[in-house]
């Protein structure tokens, strides 16, 4: 029988039919294109990547239509004939795959990354963009209607399969659309049809362009999820109208810049979050319905194309973590799929700073184009037959092969045990405790963060299928160095909290402990409930264990010595565990300088400010710096071996440090 046999089922888009009902969402990654923003190498080969994995459907992000809309510096334009060369050359090398290869217009109106913005109405974006905003003259916008016009022209002249016009994401056609960020008096503004005018306009003016055959899908909001927002009402009142002016399919996302949901949520919120929108919208409509937001799982793709909730299932996140996942699950192999861990930090994050993006699981992500060599010694070519892709042997690779002993199965240490074991070489790793996983193991015991163990679990399975020998309970010692007799030796043993020198903070009558204690497993007895409780530290750590121990009903108070929390989180993370630490009653002081531990509290001043005394509490958790775990050191006296330090070992860091670091020590 087929695997997922309502995913692998062909759907006819418009006039084009996709293989299969996975799409790859337009994303902005702000990479690959020349000082003109004309399409390079990098971002060829990343889609090319892409499109090797077998989806069915993919687009191109952020296409900019215009100069004054360009989201951020690093995309390609499309509002010149002279960027069409280069999109031309990139389509040729992606679509022998089979994938149906399109473009997401794009005007980033109040939302761009540029100083001077335009929009309907003179509105600053709530949040994350900063800068002038001026209302657009009607001229103007008449001028705009024929940019994405003759941007469709321009991606239908390169080759293109289809185009999707932006009209979700607080954008400039849903900043048109939106209550919230249109208050024009005009043809533009006010009642539903002036609203939606621009984008009928655009949609006709394309038509004239590209032909009425060429595919023109529309990405929309569901909801806003913003006060005085485009309401899911509003969008299956759109849905027959857009049908009727024969746009090919509906992509139905949600929330803007500032929004109370995310359009890119954190691993916080709900797998399939978005799904009910796009069920409303497809009771209304007879085209492809397709449907986005965390789902990263062919399972859930399968049951939401089964039960009808949508037509097409887009996915984002997920093909960053492992562009190969439609083959993967074709060929059932489930727990060979990388997971996206919902992080938001080496995508969304480093894209809005206006940095390359990326991905925290998958560090090949905008490397593809400098990897090829490489991908083919791990033997990632292009196979409809996946056995290829698992079964990669000592003979696939030419190079000398080495005994490798990986001390420490965290994630840094699987991550590299695994790719040593596919580029052929010998590989045991010993780890001092009964399980794997480290630290990010006891990360994902608190709430909302499990997703973290898929990338754990994603190791260990890897390990198993690479009969990579995962000896537990074993500290190295000089027998296993003699034994093994490695010719390198990985050091992943991770780090530990320090203790920081407070005034009193060892003679109070509180329990003391640090995060840690707290969150291993086999020290459940350590978790206070209905307790007074002081977390030192407002970093991440801190505050998932302030989360955590809040969760168990008990009274949290964090203490930041930084001007800032959790700046190691993405912001689309860190929204979300802010959120759950406000519902929890948890408070926060940041800039705070500690003068004393007390026998039951602490005293303290925010810098430059109030004095604050805490008193009648019961336990102080320390989660504040972390140390590397080094004491390994000792026994490179007593071989020959090259001992290498990653991870936290090396520097504690985030978990994108760790898995890179892995891999390109195997690599290299
Ligand atoms: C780095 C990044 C850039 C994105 N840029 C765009 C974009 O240009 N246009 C768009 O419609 N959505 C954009 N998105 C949103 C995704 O298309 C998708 O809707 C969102 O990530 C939720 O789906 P997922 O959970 O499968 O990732 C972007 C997402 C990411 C992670
Ligand atoms: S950076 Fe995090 S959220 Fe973004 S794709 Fe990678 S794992 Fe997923």
């Known amino acids: 029988m087929t695997n997922f046999p309502h995913i692998f089922n062909p759907v006819k888009i418009g006039s084009m039919v996709s293989k299969n009902r996975l799409m790859m969402s337009a994303m902005s990654i702000n990479f690959g294109v020349d000082d003109k923003c004309h399409v390079t190498d990098q971002l060829t080969q990343y889609f090319v990547e892409r499109a090797k994995g077998g989806v069915g459907m993919m687009l191109v992000g952020g296409g900019s239509v215009h100069p004054g809309g360009q989201e951020l510096p690093d995309l390609p334009i499309l509002y010149e004939d002279s960027s069409i060369p280069a999109l031309q050359k990139m389509v040729e090398q992606v679509k022998p795959y089979g994938v149906k290869f399109g473009v997401q217009l794009m005007h980033g109106g109040r939302q761009s990354y540029l100083p001077q913005k335009v929009a309907p109405s003179p509105i600053p974006a709530p949040a994350v963009v900063k800068g002038e905003v001026r209302a657009l003259e009607v001229d103007e916008i008449k001028e705009l209607v024929e940019c994405f016009g003759n941007a469709t022209r321009r991606c239908k002249d390169a080759g293109f399969d289809f185009v999707e016009i932006h009209a979700a994401h607080g954008y400039l056609i849903n900043q048109f659309?939106?209550?919230?960020?249109?208050?024009?008096?005009?043809?533009?503004?006010?009642?539903?049809?002036?609203?939606?005018?621009?984008?009928?306009?655009?949609?006709?003016?394309?038509?004239?362009?590209?032909?009425?055959?060429?595919?023109?899908?529309?990405?929309?909001?569901?909801?806003?999820?913003?006060?005085?927002?485009?309401?899911?009402?509003?969008?299956?009142?759109?849905?027959?109208?857009?049908?009727?002016?024969?746009?090919?399919?509906?992509?139905?996302?949600?929330?803007?810049?500032?929004?109370?949901?995310?359009?890119?949520?954190?691993?916080?919120?709900?797998?399939?979050?978005?799904?009910?929108?796009?069920?409303?919208?497809?009771?209304?409509?007879?085209?492809?319905?397709?449907?986005?937001?965390?789902?990263?799982?062919?399972?859930?793709?399968?049951?939401?194309?089964?039960?009808?909730?949508?037509?097409?299932?887009?996915?984002?996140?997920?093909?960053?973590?492992?562009?190969?996942?439609?083959?993967?699950?074709?060929?059932?192999?489930?727990?060979?799929?990388?997971?996206?861990?919902?992080?938001?930090?080496?995508?969304?994050?480093?894209?809005?700073?206006?940095?390359?993006?990326?991905?925290?699981?998958?560090?090949?992500?905008?490397?593809?184009?400098?990897?090829?060599?490489?991908?083919?010694?791990?033997?990632?070519?292009?196979?409809?037959?996946?056995?290829?892709?698992?079964?990669?042997?000592?003979?696939?690779?030419?190079?000398?092969?080495?005994?490798?002993?990986?001390?420490?199965?965290?994630?840094?240490?699987?991550?590299?045990?695994?790719?040593?074991?596919?580029?052929?070489?010998?590989?045991?790793?010993?780890?001092?405790?009964?399980?794997?996983?480290?630290?990010?193991?006891?990360?994902?015991?608190?709430?909302?963060?499990?997703?973290?163990?898929?990338?754990?679990?994603?190791?260990?399975?890897?390990?198993?299928?690479?009969?990579?020998?995962?000896?537990?309970?074993?500290?190295?010692?000089?027998?296993?160095?003699?034994?093994?007799?490695?010719?390198?030796?990985?050091?992943?043993?991770?780090?530990?909290?320090?203790?920081?020198?407070?005034?009193?903070?060892?003679?109070?009558?509180?329990?003391?402990?640090?995060?840690?204690?707290?969150?291993?497993?086999?020290?459940?007895?350590?978790?206070?409930?209905?307790?007074?409780?002081?977390?030192?530290?407002?970093?991440?750590?801190?505050?998932?264990?302030?989360?955590?121990?809040?969760?168990?009903?008990?009274?949290?108070?964090?203490?930041?010595?930084?001007?800032?929390?959790a700046e190691e989180m993405s912001a689309n993370d860190r929204y979300y565990l802010r959120e759950s630490l406000k519902k929890r009653g948890v408070i926060l002081y940041k800039n705070v300088a500690i003068d004393k531990f007390t026998d039951r509290g602490v005293e303290f001043h925010i810098k430059d400010g109030e004095a604050v005394f805490i008193d009648g509490c019961d336990m102080v958790v320390i989660s504040e710096k972390y140390t590397p775990i080094r004491e390994i050191k000792k026994f490179e006296p007593l071989t020959s071996a090259d001992f290498h330090f990653i991870g936290d070992a090396k520097l504690p860091r985030h978990l994108m440090y760790c898995i890179s670091e892995a891999e390109e020590i195997a690599r290299s």
């Open 177 to 565: 659309m939106s209550p919230n960020s249109n208050i024009r008096q005009d043809q533009y503004g006010g009642t539903f049809e002036n609203r939606t005018r621009f984008l009928f306009e655009i949609i006709e003016d394309i038509k004239i362009k590209a032909g009425e055959d060429f595919p023109v899908g529309i990405r929309i909001n569901g909801r806003d999820y913003i006060k005085n927002g485009w309401e899911l009402e509003d969008a299956v009142k759109l849905a027959p109208l857009l049908e009727q002016a024969k746009v090919a399919y509906l992509h139905v996302s949600g929330g803007v810049y500032g929004s109370t949901e995310l359009t890119i949520p954190s691993m916080y919120s709900a797998h399939g979050c978005f799904v009910y929108m796009a069920q409303e919208v497809k009771k209304h409509v007879s085209i492809p319905v397709i449907t986005v937001g965390r789902i990263k799982s062919p399972l859930l793709a399968e049951e939401i194309l089964r039960d009808g909730k949508a037509d097409v299932v887009s996915m984002g996140r997920a093909l960053l973590a492992d562009p190969y996942l439609p083959i993967k699950a074709q060929e059932g192999k489930l727990s060979e799929i990388r997971p996206c861990i919902g992080c938001c930090l080496g995508c969304i994050h480093a894209v809005l700073a206006k940095e390359p993006g990326g991905c925290v699981a998958n560090p090949d992500v905008g490397r593809e184009y400098k990897l090829k060599e490489e991908h083919q010694k791990e033997n990632r070519f292009f196979t409809n037959n996946l056995e290829k892709l698992s079964k990669t042997t000592s003979e696939n690779v030419s190079e000398q092969k080495s005994k490798i002993l990986v001390v420490g199965a965290g994630a840094a240490g699987m991550a590299a045990a695994r790719l040593f074991a596919i580029r052929g070489h010998k590989v045991v790793v010993v780890e001092k405790k009964q399980n794997s996983g480290g630290l990010l193991l006891l990360a994902s015991k608190a709430p909302g963060r499990g997703e973290l163990g898929d990338i754990l679990e994603f190791f260990k399975n890897e390990l198993q299928r690479l009969n990579v020998e995962i000896v537990y309970g074993k500290p190295l010692d000089e027998e296993i160095l003699k034994s093994f007799n490695p010719d390198k030796v990985v050091v992943a043993t991770g780090s530990m909290p320090d203790m920081p020198m407070v005034k009193g903070l060892f003679q109070s009558k509180m329990e003391v402990v640090t995060s840690v204690d707290i969150m291993e497993e086999s020290n459940q007895e350590a978790i206070p409930t209905g307790k007074k409780v002081i977390v030192i530290g407002g970093g991440m750590t801190g505050l998932i264990t302030a989360d955590y121990i809040a969760a168990q009903n008990n009274e949290v108070y964090v203490l930041n010595r930084k001007k800032s929390y």
